[in-house]
């Protein structure tokens, strides 16, 4: 099946610092890539839809001067969380559609998992 | 965020017992999709499910895309200790935004 690659898995930072998380998809050309957030217990909660070459789509409550979003090919989207705060601290999962021949599904990255001290 | 209904919320069930679990939904998808989150890992697809009334199998595991277009099913047969964890649906009308059910956690008592 089709992978996806997020990096790093985890990281620390200090808070009022900024971090980046790559997503790629290692073996198909994904045109939208998806970011979710998860806190513990819970389910995912999308976050952000990342258009090839185009502004992200934010979901509703979600800061975009704060969660960056670019999609600069069609093999990476990142996301940078900027002045993160300790509420930032959360699993971070991408996931990416492939462009065709893998059906109308998503493929997950790894997640990363980001503390804010 | 948007969520679907998914049931049982957790489950502790015997090795070797069969499992079933389902996902309901306000409105019609044209896909639902199940996935199996280890702790601290990313969402692995189990099963993808395009047609109303679609039966599915992988290994012991077998999804149905239900009748209504609103729901979904995932049964497990012969559960064994590795099958724990948490079990999500997902589906989508068509703009590939998946919403989420809120998870089955499974646990397997050998």
């Known amino acids: 099946g089709a992978v996806v690659s997020q990096h790093p898995s985890w990281v620390i930072c200090k808070s009022g610092t900024s971090v980046k998380i790559e997503c790629r998809s290692l073996?198909?050309?994904?045109?939208?890539m998806f970011w979710y957030r998860q806190f513990p217990k819970q389910s995912l909660m999308l976050m952000a839809t990342?258009?090839?070459?185009?502004?992200?789509?934010?979901e509703q409550g979600v800061e975009k001067d704060k969660f960056l979003i670019n999609h600069a090919s069609l093999t990476l989207s990142t996301l940078t969380v900027t002045s993160a705060h300790p509420e930032d601290s959360s699993f971070y999962i991408c996931?990416?559609?492939?462009?065709?021949?893998?059906?109308?599904?998503?493929?997950f990255g790894e997640g990363s998992w980001l503390t804010v001290v | 965020g948007q969520q679907l209904n998914q049931s049982p919320q957790s489950m502790f069930i015997q090795e070797g017992e069969d499992v079933s679990m389902n996902c309901t939904s306000s409105?019609?998808?044209?896909?639902w999709l199940w996935y199996k989150q280890d702790p601290g890992e990313g969402p692995v697809l189990l099963i993808a499910?395009?047609?109303?009334?679609e039966l599915t199998s992988n290994g012991r595991l077998t999804a149905q895309f239900g009748i209504t277009r609103k729901d979904s099913f995932l049964n497990i047969s012969a559960s064994i200790p590795s099958d724990v964890g948490i079990y999500f649906c997902?589906?989508?009308?068509?703009?590939?935004?998946?919403?989420f059910g809120t998870g089955t956690r499974l646990k397997v008592l050998a």
């Open positions: 996931s990416a559609r492939a462009r065709q021949g893998f059906g109308n599904t998503i493929y």
């Open positions: 073996d198909f050309q994904a045109t939208t």
């Open positions: 990342s258009n090839e070459g185009s502004k992200a789509t934010y």
């Open positions: 409105s019609i998808f044209n896909t």
């Open positions: 499910l395009y047609k109303a009334g």
């Open positions: 997902a589906g989508t009308s068509g703009t590939y935004k998946y919403i």
